[in-house]
């Protein structure tokens, strides 16, 4: 799994950074994507913070 953030959509509400920090961080205003080759181990916490983000902005490829 791949992941990316949509940077139009995102509203920096930090749950993603807050739920995945292994994954992604806070930049300036909105998230961004430390590791996009998501580890295997951490698929289902990614996959509960695309749920849970409240814009959608996380777009798994
Ligand atoms: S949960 Fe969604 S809106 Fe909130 S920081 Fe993450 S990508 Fe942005």
Request: glycine share 6%; aromatic share 2%.
């Amino acid at each position: 799994m791949t992941v990316r953030i949509d940077g139009e959509a995102c509203t920096g509400c930090g749950l993603c950074t807050d739920s995945v920090p292994d994954v992604f961080k806070m930049g300036d205003d909105i998230a961004e994507v430390i590791k996009s080759d998501v580890p295997a181990n951490l698929e289902d916490d990614v996959r509960e913070a695309i749920d849970n983000c409240p814009v959608e902005a996380i777009i798994a490829e």
